[in-house]
């Protein structure tokens, strides 16, 4: 099983050591910098799988590592590591082409996610147009349809956006707090709302179709 190498950049020390830590416990390969410009350098004298940057740090910013490396054509997965809230701020990270982002302060489990679903991501799925899913659905991500066999799945607007998202992160908990923010755009609706919206995709489908655990958020598997 090939190790994946991760460079972290984090400039608070102690922060770093346990980011770094707790990834190693994973079985990654973690290189933890402090500065951006030292960060830079290793990324043209070193392999890494995956980047990790936090985005307000001395020397090179991530955004400017990631506008750098994008400019040449590296397609280098990346997550922004941020306490920044603003999702205009958030969406400079995605126009830039980072893979996914993960606010400060986070859970451990949640950078275990993030991190493993990336990486799959990255190497080992292709872009497919359709995704095959349990009970002999699929969805299409391109025209947002679900389908069982040739027929169409009636699903609402928000319901067919939820899905695409679970689908894009397949095989990884999306939490629900990141469902409102990227999927209902931080509009007022509660968990409840959240809820109810799940049951009505899997009263429309299949009750296991879309996988939830407590204080994980909701997962869809591929078939």
Request: aromatic content about 10%.
């Amino acid at each position: 099983m090939t190790t994946h190498k991760i460079l972290l950049l984090e400039d608070d020390p102690e922060y770093n050591e346990t980011i770094r830590e707790y990834l190693e416990s994973l079985g990654y390969d973690v290189v933890g910098y402090e500065h951006g410009d030292t960060a830079l350098d290793a990324i043209y004298s070193e392999t890494f799988h995956l980047l990790l940057l936090d985005i307000r740090v001395p020397g090179a910013s991530g955004y400017d590592i990631v506008r750098h490396l994008r400019g040449e054509g590296n397609d280098i997965p990346v997550i922004f590591i941020t306490s920044l809230t603003d999702i205009d701020d958030l969406s400079i990270g995605y126009e830039l082409g980072c893979n996914d982002y993960i606010r400060k302060p986070f859970a451990s489990r949640e950078l275990k996610y993030r991190v493993e679903q990336v990486l799959k991501l990255y190497y080992y799925h292709s872009n497919r147009e359709s995704v095959a899913l349990a009970g002999g659905y699929r969805f299409e991500t391109a025209s947002g349809r679900m389908l069982k066999g040739e027929d169409v799945v009636p699903l609402s607007e928000r319901e067919a956006q939820v899905v695409s998202y679970l689908v894009q992160h397949a095989g990884a908990f999306v939490p629900t707090k990141r469902l409102w923010e990227d999927v209902w755009d931080y509009k007022m609706v509660t968990e409840a709302d959240i809820r109810m919206c799940i049951r009505k995709i899997r009263t429309k489908t299949r009750a296991d179709l879309i996988v939830s655990q407590k204080g994980l958020g909701y997962r869809i598997d591929p078939a």
